[in-house]
């Protein structure tokens, strides 16, 4: 036997386990509730996203591979076991291997096509349940932000903290730029404006810094018994400083849950705009050979119970089209809006000005109010 007929391509190899794994889970785990059978032939229909010569139709008992509008192969769905996985992958994998055979694009991409086909699968699930894969990073890179976070002293009273993403590190950054300040602070700026999130449990270390008790966060999935509920511990960063936290339209998940938080917990005060309302939890998935999928599985719920999702939060300050040659008292004091519209406000120095004149016309009443009992 000739050397060369021993290798075998690993990625070619996985395919099977792979397809295997990612239907189970989809199957057992997505928030949705989509039935192996119709996830299954989404991936099929992946197909359709290397050429545009290829069509895959679902004809009701039979999956069919059309090639330049024509007939070119039909296959059998599983008889009696829509979960079963197993059939699933196989009858995907012979999906592949015909359109391989009629089309010369495909054929050239063998090597990424399942990775293509579940990424085109994963991404119709819903708008944020995604999946990656090393050979795909040009088409699906998770984002990546210049810095994670960013805190400095403003004249001398304020600490600013600016969180771009929420990661197990960002409570003890912001431990770290406390105890760095400690004998200044009298009062926090957290800046969460497009902030897209980042992990759960960061907004949920970060939010128990400022509370001793209560529910930070609670979780609830598809089914009964998922429901999950975060509560703070009775260690406090720092004690009677006011807060107030900075949002806009692109504040979303994570950082969503940590405005909420604190603002019904009445340890701080939110200004800005609507927030993008994305209040669902995607769990990451390790999958074979450096890929990966975040797959929705449960809706985010503020301590008083109030969904997130396609909601977002309403800030206690409205700064919808405010403008920086505004004036700050007359932003500050006209009328609450019933509805306070999303607004990319990430670049707007008026806001974080509003922000930090509260703060002061908050610790001037503290310190007034502390001369009045001595």
């Known amino acids: 036997m000739a050397l060369w007929t021993l290798w075998v391509n690993p990625a070619k190899a996985d395919n099977t386990a792979l397809l295997q794994t990612v239907y189970q889970t989809v199957n057992d785990e997505f928030l949705g509730n989509v039935p192996m059978s119709q996830f299954a032939v989404w991936t099929m229909q992946g197909l359709q996203t290397m050429d545009k010569n290829v069509r895959i139709a679902d004809d009701g008992s039979r999956v069919t591979l059309y090639y330049k509008s024509k007939i070119y192969k039909s296959l059998n769905k599983p008889d009696y076991f829509h979960d079963n996985k197993e059939a699933w992958a196989k009858m995907t994998l012979k999906m592949l291997k015909e359109a391989t055979k009629v089309s010369p694009v495909i054929k050239q991409k063998d090597f990424e096509a399942v990775d293509r086909m579940l990424a085109y ?42 969180i771009n993403t929420l990661t197990k590190f ?37 939010a128990d810094l400022f509370l001793d008790e209560g529910i930070i966060v609670s ?20 004690k009677n400083v006011p807060i107030v936290i900075l949002v806009d339209g692109g504040t979303a998940s994570a950082a969503e849950v ?54 977002g939060l309403k800030p206690d300050i409205c700064l919808y089209r405010a403008k920086d040659k505004d ?20 670049e707007r120095k008026v806001d974080l000005d509003i922000a930090h004149e509260l703060l002061i016309s908050r610790i001037d009443a503290n310190r007034a109010m502390v001369a009045q009992k001595q």
Not at 327 to 346: G, H, M, Q, S, W
């Open 219 to 238: 979780t609830k999935g598809r089914k009964a018994d998922s429901g999950a509920y975060y509560k703070a511990h009775e260690d406090l960063l720092v």
């Open 327 to 346: 004036n700050l008292l007359t932003i500050l004091t006209r009328e609450d809006p019933e509805v306070c519209f999303k607004e990319d406000r990430a």
């Open 170 to 206: 960002s409570a003890s950054n912001i431990k770290q730029s406390v105890i760095q300040y400690r004998d200044l602070i009298e009062g926090i700026i957290i800046d969460l404006r497009m902030s897209q999130g980042g992990a759960l449990s960061g907004a949920i270390d970060v």
């Open 121 to 162: 699968a994963v991404a119709k699930l819903d708008k944020n349940s995604k999946y990656y894969s090393d050979l795909l990073q040009d088409d699906n890179g998770l984002t990546k932000f210049s810095r994670e976070y960013a805190a400095r002293m403003l004249d001398g009273r304020v600490l600013y903290i600016k």
């Open 258 to 311: 940590l405005a909420a938080a604190l603002q019904e917990q009445g340890v701080a005060a939110v200004l800005g705009t609507g927030t993008f309302g994305k209040g669902t939890v995607q769990n990451a998935i390790d999958l074979p050979d450096n890929r990966r999928m975040l797959l929705t599985n449960a809706y985010y719920f503020t301590p008083s119970g109030k969904p997130l999702n396609n909601i």
